[in-house]
Protein backbone atom coordinates (compact mmCIF):
# COMPACT_ATOMS: atom_id res chain seq x y z
CA UNK A 1 0.00 0.00 0.00
CA UNK A 2 2.64 2.23 1.08
CA UNK A 3 4.78 1.33 -2.24
CA UNK A 4 1.56 2.58 -4.68
CA UNK A 5 0.66 5.87 -2.55
CA UNK A 6 4.64 6.58 -3.37
CA UNK A 7 4.78 5.76 -6.63
CA UNK A 8 1.13 8.13 -7.20
CA UNK A 9 3.21 10.31 -5.38
CA UNK A 10 6.32 10.19 -7.85
CA UNK A 11 3.90 9.80 -10.95
CA UNK A 12 1.78 13.37 -10.43
CA UNK A 13 5.47 14.93 -9.74
CA UNK A 14 6.86 13.50 -13.09
CA UNK A 15 3.51 14.99 -14.51
CA UNK A 16 3.55 18.11 -12.98
CA UNK A 17 7.32 18.55 -14.10
CA UNK A 18 6.63 17.48 -18.01
CA UNK A 19 3.19 19.47 -17.95
CA UNK A 20 5.68 22.75 -16.84
CA UNK A 21 8.18 22.15 -19.21
CA UNK A 22 5.66 21.85 -22.19
CA UNK A 23 4.44 25.20 -20.82
CA UNK A 24 8.16 26.72 -20.77
CA UNK A 25 8.64 25.48 -24.22
CA UNK A 26 7.88 27.05 -27.75
CA UNK A 27 10.30 26.09 -30.81
CA UNK A 28 10.70 28.17 -33.74
CA UNK A 29 12.27 27.36 -36.96
CA UNK A 30 13.63 29.29 -40.18
CA UNK A 31 15.38 28.81 -43.18
CA UNK A 32 18.47 30.74 -43.01
CA UNK A 33 19.35 30.57 -47.16
CA UNK A 34 15.52 31.86 -47.52
CA UNK A 35 16.36 34.75 -45.02
CA UNK A 36 19.49 35.12 -46.76
CA UNK A 37 18.44 35.28 -50.30
CA UNK A 38 16.00 38.12 -49.68
CA UNK A 39 18.17 40.05 -47.95
CA UNK A 40 18.62 43.63 -50.21
CA UNK A 41 22.71 43.39 -49.65
CA UNK A 42 22.24 40.22 -51.73
CA UNK A 43 22.04 41.81 -55.17
CA UNK A 44 25.48 43.55 -54.70
CA UNK A 45 27.22 40.64 -53.45
CA UNK A 46 26.50 38.61 -56.32
CA UNK A 47 27.36 41.44 -58.48
CA UNK A 48 30.73 41.81 -56.68
CA UNK A 49 31.44 37.34 -56.11
CA UNK A 50 30.74 37.77 -59.84
CA UNK A 51 33.08 40.09 -61.10
CA UNK A 52 35.75 37.97 -58.60
CA UNK A 53 35.09 35.32 -59.77
CA UNK A 54 35.66 36.44 -63.85
CA UNK A 55 38.33 38.12 -62.36
CA UNK A 56 39.84 34.69 -61.22
CA UNK A 57 38.91 33.04 -64.20
CA UNK A 58 40.72 34.91 -66.39
CA UNK A 59 43.61 35.32 -64.87
CA UNK A 60 43.69 31.18 -64.86
CA UNK A 61 43.19 31.55 -68.41
CA UNK A 62 46.09 33.67 -69.38
CA UNK A 63 48.41 30.97 -67.35
CA UNK A 64 46.57 28.55 -69.02
CA UNK A 65 47.34 29.81 -72.61
CA UNK A 66 50.94 30.90 -71.76
CA UNK A 67 51.64 27.58 -70.65
CA UNK A 68 49.76 26.10 -73.83
CA UNK A 69 52.29 28.25 -76.18
CA UNK A 70 55.34 27.47 -74.48
CA UNK A 71 54.22 23.56 -75.20
CA UNK A 72 53.37 24.38 -78.89
CA UNK A 73 56.71 25.89 -79.08
CA UNK A 74 58.47 23.34 -77.11
CA UNK A 75 56.53 20.66 -79.76
CA UNK A 76 57.70 22.53 -82.97
CA UNK A 77 61.11 22.82 -81.83
CA UNK A 78 62.27 19.75 -80.10
CA UNK A 79 63.84 17.86 -82.60
CA UNK A 80 66.22 20.55 -82.84
CA UNK A 81 67.27 20.80 -79.40
CA UNK A 82 69.78 18.75 -77.57
CA UNK A 83 68.66 16.47 -75.12
CA UNK A 84 70.24 18.63 -71.89
CA UNK A 85 68.16 21.89 -73.76
CA UNK A 86 65.15 19.37 -74.24
CA UNK A 87 64.64 18.13 -70.44
CA UNK A 88 65.42 21.74 -69.28
CA UNK A 89 62.34 22.84 -71.09
CA UNK A 90 60.74 19.66 -70.02
CA UNK A 91 61.59 20.43 -66.67
CA UNK A 92 60.04 24.17 -67.07
CA UNK A 93 57.02 23.20 -68.37
CA UNK A 94 56.41 20.64 -64.91
CA UNK A 95 57.25 23.69 -63.01
CA UNK A 96 54.57 25.85 -65.24
CA UNK A 97 52.13 23.11 -64.83
CA UNK A 98 52.42 22.73 -61.19
CA UNK A 99 52.28 26.45 -60.84
CA UNK A 100 49.08 26.80 -62.79
CA UNK A 101 47.57 23.55 -60.54
CA UNK A 102 49.02 25.44 -57.31
CA UNK A 103 47.26 28.85 -58.87
CA UNK A 104 43.82 27.04 -59.33
CA UNK A 105 43.98 25.77 -56.00
CA UNK A 106 44.57 28.88 -53.94
CA UNK A 107 41.83 30.92 -56.78
CA UNK A 108 39.36 28.39 -55.20
CA UNK A 109 40.47 29.27 -51.83
CA UNK A 110 40.44 32.50 -52.54
CA UNK A 111 37.00 32.90 -54.26
CA UNK A 112 35.98 31.46 -50.92
CA UNK A 113 37.38 33.75 -48.39
CA UNK A 114 36.20 36.62 -50.13
CA UNK A 115 32.28 34.98 -50.60
CA UNK A 116 32.64 34.65 -46.63
CA UNK A 117 34.27 38.05 -46.29
CA UNK A 118 31.11 39.64 -48.24
CA UNK A 119 28.75 37.43 -46.53
CA UNK A 120 29.61 37.91 -42.61
CA UNK A 121 28.00 41.23 -42.03
CA UNK A 122 24.29 40.44 -43.61
CA UNK A 123 25.24 36.99 -41.88
CA UNK A 124 25.23 38.55 -39.09
CA UNK A 125 22.40 41.26 -39.63
CA UNK A 126 20.44 37.95 -39.72
CA UNK A 127 21.50 36.39 -36.80
CA UNK A 128 21.45 38.90 -34.43
CA UNK A 129 17.38 39.19 -35.85
CA UNK A 130 17.15 35.65 -35.38
CA UNK A 131 18.12 36.08 -31.70
CA UNK A 132 16.27 39.08 -31.20
CA UNK A 133 13.05 37.49 -32.38
CA UNK A 134 13.37 34.81 -30.49
CA UNK A 135 14.59 36.44 -26.73
CA UNK A 136 11.08 38.66 -27.37
CA UNK A 137 8.72 36.12 -28.27
CA UNK A 138 10.19 33.48 -25.70
CA UNK A 139 11.43 31.04 -27.87
CA UNK A 140 13.30 28.67 -26.10
CA UNK A 141 14.96 26.52 -29.28
CA UNK A 142 15.26 27.85 -32.75
CA UNK A 143 16.46 24.80 -35.28
CA UNK A 144 16.85 25.81 -39.16
CA UNK A 145 15.04 24.38 -41.62
CA UNK A 146 18.29 22.60 -42.97
CA UNK A 147 22.08 22.39 -42.86
CA UNK A 148 23.54 22.56 -45.90
CA UNK A 149 21.97 20.30 -47.90
CA UNK A 150 20.84 18.13 -45.32
CA UNK A 151 17.21 18.70 -43.58
CA UNK A 152 17.03 18.95 -39.61
CA UNK A 153 13.63 19.65 -39.56
CA UNK A 154 11.61 17.05 -40.51
CA UNK A 155 8.11 17.74 -39.32
CA UNK A 156 6.16 21.10 -38.06
CA UNK A 157 3.16 22.43 -38.18
CA UNK A 158 2.85 25.27 -40.89
CA UNK A 159 1.03 27.80 -38.28
CA UNK A 160 4.87 28.97 -37.00
CA UNK A 161 5.45 32.14 -37.93
CA UNK A 162 8.81 32.69 -36.63
CA UNK A 163 10.27 33.14 -40.28
CA UNK A 164 7.57 36.31 -40.50
CA UNK A 165 8.68 37.89 -37.44
CA UNK A 166 12.39 37.31 -38.40
CA UNK A 167 11.77 39.50 -41.51
CA UNK A 168 9.72 42.12 -39.65
CA UNK A 169 12.15 42.74 -38.10
CA UNK A 170 14.97 42.86 -40.65
CA UNK A 171 12.38 45.35 -42.36
CA UNK A 172 12.13 43.29 -45.58
CA UNK A 173 8.56 42.07 -46.62
CA UNK A 174 8.46 38.16 -48.16
CA UNK A 175 7.66 37.36 -52.19
CA UNK A 176 3.86 36.73 -52.78
CA UNK A 177 5.24 33.01 -54.11
CA UNK A 178 7.28 33.05 -51.12
CA UNK A 179 10.26 32.44 -53.40
CA UNK A 180 13.38 35.48 -53.30
CA UNK A 181 13.68 37.57 -55.90
CA UNK A 182 15.77 35.68 -59.24
CA UNK A 183 19.11 37.21 -59.56
CA UNK A 184 19.50 37.86 -55.14
CA UNK A 185 21.53 34.03 -54.96
CA UNK A 186 25.27 33.63 -55.21
CA UNK A 187 26.90 32.56 -57.68
CA UNK A 188 29.39 29.27 -57.25
CA UNK A 189 32.80 29.60 -57.89
CA UNK A 190 33.64 29.97 -61.71
CA UNK A 191 29.31 30.15 -62.65
CA UNK A 192 27.91 32.79 -64.45
CA UNK A 193 25.24 34.55 -63.26
CA UNK A 194 22.65 35.52 -65.69
Known amino acids: MK ?5 SAI ?3 CLGF ?4 QQDLKIGYTNIDYLMDLMPEMEQIGADIQ ?17 QRQVQTYQQSA ?11 EQELQKMSEEIQRYERDAQSSYQRKLQELLEPVQTKVFNAINSVAAEN ?7 ETAGQAPVL ?7 NFTELVLAKLGISAPADGQPTPGQ ?3 APGQNQQ
Do not use: C, W
Open 138 to 144: NYTHVFS
Open 3 to 7: ARIIL
Open 79 to 89: QTMTEEARAQK
Open 51 to 67: DYSTQLGTQMQTKQQDF
Open 154 to 160: LYTRDDD
Open 18 to 21: VAQA
Open 11 to 13: AVF
Open 185 to 187: NVP
